[in-house]
């Protein structure tokens, strides 16, 4: 299972961290995302993180480089994501998704995880002056 928490209200330009917290297998053995969706637009990939038995390389949207860092706590099985100098249209439902290692990590967040790997219910993050 996987929760996702951290999602709210942010003024442009100010920064924002979600965590996806796992119970019932371990991240360190996934392959790990996170993704967005707006109303009207298919989800999308943010960012995505290789299995720490795998490469472990990271791939970011080209909208989100630079300014977001996605990150894994293996002590605490939690899955990270800094959102820093937000922008409107950085709002989003966002939700974290893990699959097992097998693909390289740019085509998970091209070719998201189907509805068979495991999803989070998502969180809501707002950006707004």
């Known amino acids: 299972q996987l929760v996702e928490s951290g999602g709210g209200l942010v003024q442009p330009g100010g920064s924002l961290r979600l965590a996806c917290a796992a119970s019932?297998?371990?991240?360190?053995?996934?392959?790990i995302g996170w993704f967005r969706q707006v109303p009207g637009k298919s989800r999308e990939g943010v960012s995505c993180?290789?299995?720490?038995?795998?490469?472990?390389?990271?791939h970011y949207a080209d909208s989100v480089n630079g300014r977001f860092i996605i990150s894994r706590d293996s002590a605490t099985n939690t899955l990270y994501l800094l959102m820093n100098s937000v922008k409107p249209e950085n709002t989003a439902v966002y939700y974290c998704?893990?699959?097992?290692?097998?693909?390289?990590?740019?085509?998970?967040?091209?070719?998201?995880?189907?509805?068979?790997?495991?999803w989070g219910e998502g969180t809501q993050d707002t950006v707004t002056s």
């Open positions: 993180m290789g299995s720490e038995d795998g490469s472990g390389d990271t």
């Open positions: 019932g297998f371990r991240l360190d053995d996934y392959a």
């Open positions: 998704a893990a699959e097992l290692p097998g693909r390289i990590v740019q085509a998970i967040c091209v070719d998201i995880p189907n509805e068979k790997d495991i």
